[in-house]
């Protein structure tokens, strides 16, 4: 494969931080919306454990398999997107030891054909990160709220808006860079904190419901393009409303076919010709 020269690697995404120009990321499972999202000039495609909610309908990413994650990762890596893939690691999978994350963050790259993999958390993780990086993967980094901390945090909380709790989001963030990290989700926590983080570590911070303080913004491709008529977080901008439309071109496929008016002349004859 022959690399395009725009492919968005973590030193391009480095140098957007640098000159301050700001970075965009989606959250993307397949290759359809993988290669719409390259097309249209996306920087990082983030293959989301948020596909346990999303694809699944399930409450929460708890549940969500390293077997799933690497098949939708390499979904989205057959569009060969100019964006940068990079891979969620689903809950238990990197918490047991560092070889355990090491094995298999090893696997997504190999079986998945991702460029980087996301680990939430801070320095409970630190030993984690450590062992990846050390095997050449890319780590982005994922501070705040963490969903797959969703029982040990009580809930879909906003983080960081006690002093101590923001202190340590900060530390973690400048020690994850230290470690190597090459980037950083700030999910859901003060506008200012994030603003904080961003002006003190010099890796890109991609932040959803964190602010416009943030290096670069990451939404789910569903939700922005509103492919879902169920409750969306108030953060997201709707920037389509394909549930509508869908359902509208849905309705008329319907109407179609009960009136006789599809197949018409036209399709027939394309059927014919093939035949
Ligand atoms: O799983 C996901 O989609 C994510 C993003 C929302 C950051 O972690």
Redesign the pocket.
Known sequence: MRRHENKQTIITLKKKKKTGEKIS?I?AYDYPTAKVSSDAGIDII???????M?LQGAPD?MKVTVEEMIYHTRLVSNAEPISMVVA?MPFGCYHVSPQQAVENAIRFVKEGGAEGV?L?GGRKRFAAIDAIINAEIPVMG?LGLT?QSLHALGGFKMQGKVKEKADEILEDAIELEKRGVFAI?L?SMPDELAGRISEAISIPT?G?GAGKNCDGQ???FHDMVGFTDAYIPKFVRKYANLYSTIHDALRNYIDDIRSGNFPGDEESFHIKKQL
Request: no cysteine.
């Open positions: 990321a959250t983030l293959v989301g454990d948020s596909l346990g999303v990413t969620d996301k939430e994922h969903p989700v999910e991609i959803i990451v939404l789910v």
